[in-house]
């Protein structure tokens, strides 16, 4: 049987780190990226082709995909895009660089990745696609607008590319966590304190409940999972001959998609700001 091979996003660490490992240890070929240098020379002391991919610079974007393809010979079996931040911060306090930044990031990077890999896919007749959105890709958290509006897009986006790539033999797919552990917190605040003003703010109350809520050791919020979940249903999408369109991971995962259909706006809306602690959390 010829050696699958799989591009991963954001293997620094958590998710895509987890993710690497696990399928590496399924006798996956990972090609593993990281945006920093001393990130990518640890992971290649660990065994992996390792690249590296900034997902904000399109010339690294392409360079590393044309690094990657040199090295399998111009085949590629799927890509896990994976990776990114979330901004945190009230709308109204959300400059437009602190959103573009966001969506340069978790979506734009994606999706060009993505379209610079589906004709490889196409030619081959066959390939997987897996995007790592979240529970707030279809549940809004106060205070997360930012992020929330780039995985609503991000879902949005991978939906109608799943249509578009109907009859192709590709599959697209969406994993969707809720709390995962990971260094996702410790990544979160320096771009808040770089991107708000939150001493000026009328939200600074909130912004301080905000700010220890991202340097509090251990688990942030209830139901947290290790990343180890996330790579059960990657193996899933990647190896089930009838992969799903979307892989809900956490209990809030699962409670917020149901709700969501059964709930009025303003119920929901209540839900929601309880149990983000309306925002403090």
């Known amino acids: 049987m010829t050696e699958r091979s799989v591009l991963i996003t954001g293997c620094s660490s958590g998710i895509g780190y987890t993710v690497a490992h696990g399928l590496r240890a399924r006798g996956w070929r990972v090609l593993a990226t990281a945006r920093r240098a001393e990130d990518v020379t640890r992971l290649e002391d660990e065994g992996f082709e390792a690249f590296g991919l900034d997902l904000d610079d399109s010339a690294s974007l392409h360079a590393a995909v044309d690094a990657v393809l040199a090295a399998t010979g111009g085949r590629l079996d799927a890509l896990f895009n994976n990776g990114g931040y979330g901004q945190v911060g009230a709308v109204e306090d959300l400059t437009r660089a602190a959103l573009r930044a966001q969506f340069e990031t978790n979506l734009f990077g994606w999706i060009e990745l993505t379209n610079r890999l589906i004709p490889v896919l196409r030619q081959q007749g066959a390939g997987r696609i897996v995007f790592n959105s979240s529970v707030l890709g279809y549940a809004a958290f106060a205070y997360r607008g930012a992020y929330v509006g780039a995985k609503f897009a991000l879902e949005g986006m991978v939906d109608t590319l799943r249509q578009e790539l ?79 369109a979307r892989y809900p991971v956490t209990v809030p995962s699962h409670l917020f998609w149901w709700l969501r259909r059964v709930l009025s706006t303003r119920a929901m809306d209540a839900v929601l700001l309880r149990a983000s602690g309306g925002g403090k959390r």
């Open 166 to 244: 109907s009859g192709t033999g590709l599959s697209v797919s969406l994993v969707e966590p809720g709390p995962i552990t990971s260094r996702f917190r410790d990544n979160c605040l320096p771009h808040f304190l770089r991107h708000i003003d939150w001493q000026a703010s009328r939200h600074r109350r909130e912004y301080e409940g905000q700010m220890a809520r991202l340097q509090k050791p251990g688990p942030a919020a209830p139901f947290t999972l290790p990343p180890e979940a996330v790579l059960d249903k990657v193996i899933h999408a990647l190896e089930s001959p009838r992969p799903r």
